[in-house]
Structures are given as structure tokens and as C-alpha cells.
């Protein structure tokens, strides 16, 4: 873990914690995909991760403070919270699957949900933001009563694989 | 290079080819300091990059169809020249940017630009990738009259540059 960037360029200071392949598809499971513990990240994720991959972009996340990890008591698995600089990640993330649509083969069930972000951008992240707030940090939404950001992607997403299936 | 992306997903996708540290950092020599050749790349680099990590960045950026290389004629040194999906990076820049000013240490006269980009997006960011577009791909800007984004960020540095000096 590199304490001091190699120069005070906020970019570069940025990239030298996410830009890592492994570590922004972690971040992802967590964000888009509510996994909070090193099972669920393991199995259910699409590219297949390695166990030993996954454990050592953990320990880099929550050095670079963007995760905690909660203490496992007896009998309980260690779970896995976002931050608040982890929950700012997302426009991060927003903006690369954008750029993943337009410039790269895509699947349209996994495409749909990046594709309504980059559209419904900045006002759909923001609403994301509030709800990864609500639920790893406890801060209550600003609209408890807004349809949340997180449905509306799936729904998006569900009716999406409907098409497919039919196609 | 991987010619099929692990996964269908947009962020996986993305991931794959700009999750890597040095490869963000040549776009962003070439997008925001206007670095064509590699020998001004190489020597211009902030961050020490090395000659070989210069070398396979520039041509895995090519091979990703983000960079072309313009052949060198006698005399003349290999020029290289983003293409629309090259110039598409920089919302993945300015959210890099946003995200490091944020919560890593970096120093005020690199990241004034950061900063401005990421209070003055989406504007400024479709400002700047029309700058781009005129320059590499002789594209005519839309507004020819309006002052440059790239100007107005190069302002905004050699200010904060003179405030540090004066200290």
C-alpha cells in the first residue's frame, strides 16, 4: 500500500488506488450487487474471481480506507462496509461503464443498468450514493419516499432478460 | 489483448482495458498535456514512468483501438493521435480526478484542473473533448469562438502556481 502518490496530481493519485482491474470489480459486487461478505463475493461473481485475488484487493481496499471490515463475532461472518470515499466511487464506476458500452462488446442483461446510469447521470448516481449511505453508513435517505435508484436499475434489468428470453 | 471481455457487463468491460494504472496515465499526459511523441511522453511524465512500461502502454492503447500511430516518415518521429473512443476517457479522467482531490493527498497546482473539471462537468468535460476532437481528428469545434477549456484550466493552474510561489 503506497502511502505518498508518486506526485500530487489528483489523477494519478486516484489511479494508483483504482487502477486496478480486480479492485473496481469488488467494488462493483459490493455497490451494484449488495455483497457484503467474502462468500457471496467469491461464487456469485461473473469474472470469476480467485479466492486469493479477492482476499488481497479486500485488505487493499479497506488499507486505502474505501472498506471496513466488521469484526466477525463467534459464529459469524465478517461483513464488508462501504465508506464514505468507497461510496464515492460510483461516478468512477458510472462514467466506466458508460465508456463500456459505447466502446466495448457488451450483453445487453449486463448492459442496461450501466446505460440507464450514464443517461440518468448525475441525478441517478447521486440517489445511489444516498442509498449505499442509508444502508452502510446509517444515514438516512433526504427522500425516504423516492422510488430508490437501486430498484429502478432492476427493474430495468429484469425486464431486459424478459426480452431476451423471449428474443 | 483480450479480444473477448470476461463478462458481458459495461463496467467489466471498461475495467479491462482502463483499469491499469499506467495506461490511464499516458491518456492523461496525452489529453491534458497535449503530448504526441513518445520521447516528450517519456520525459514530460510527471510520475517517472519507464521506457518499456511507456512502450507496452502505448501499444496496448493502440491494440484497444483508443490511440492510433501515425506512420513515421523519414526524418520524423511516430506521432500518436487519440481516436473518438480515446477521447471518450475523459469523463473516466475527470471522475478519477474528482475522487483523488477528495480523499488522497495531492498538491494544490496539479489539482486546481481536477477540481475545476469536476465543479464545471459535464461542460467543461464536453468542452474539452471537443478541443480534442478538432485537434486529433480534425474536427471543426462546434462554438469555434468560445474561449478553450483547455485555456481555462491552464489559467486556473498558472494562478495557483504564482499564489504558491508567492506562498
Chains 1, 2 share one sequence.
Not at 489523477?11 to 494508483?16: F, P, Q, W
Not at 479466492?51 to 479497506?62: D, G, Q, T, Y
Amino acid at each position: 500500500m503506497r502511502e505518498e502518490p508518486r506526485s500530487g496530481c489528483a489523477i494519478n493519485a486516484a489511479v494508483e488506488v483504482l487502477g486496478d482491474p480486480w479492485s473496481l470489480i469488488v467494488l462493483r459486487d459490493i455497490i451494484f450487487g449488495d455483497r457484503r461478505y467474502f462468500r457471496e463475493l467469491l461464487t456469485r461473481n461473473d469474472e470469476g474471481i480467485a479466492s486469493n485475488i479477492l482476499a488481497s484487493r479486500l485488505r487493499r481496499l479497506v488499507g486505502y480506507g474505501l472498506l471496513t471490515k466488521d469484526e466477525a463475532v463467534r459464529g459469524q461472518k465478517a461483513r464488508y462496509t462501504l465508506t464514505e470515499a468507497g461510496i464515492q466511487t460510483v461516478p468512477v464506476l458510472v462514467a466506466l461503464g458508460a465508456w463500456g458500452v459505447e466502446h466495448r462488446p457488451t450483453t445487453p442483461a449486463l448492459a442496461i443498468r450501466a446505460q440507464l446510469l450514464a443517461e440518468g447521470s448525475p441525478e441517478l448516481a447521486h440517489d445511489l450514493m444516498d442509498e449505499l449511505r442509508e444502508a452502510h453508513l446509517g444515514i438516512e435517505r433526504p427522500e425516504p419516499d423516492k422510488p430508490r435508484a437501486a430498484d429502478r436499475l432492476q427493474q430495468a434489468y429484469i425486464e431486459v432478460c424478459g426480452r431476451e428470453s423471449l428474443g
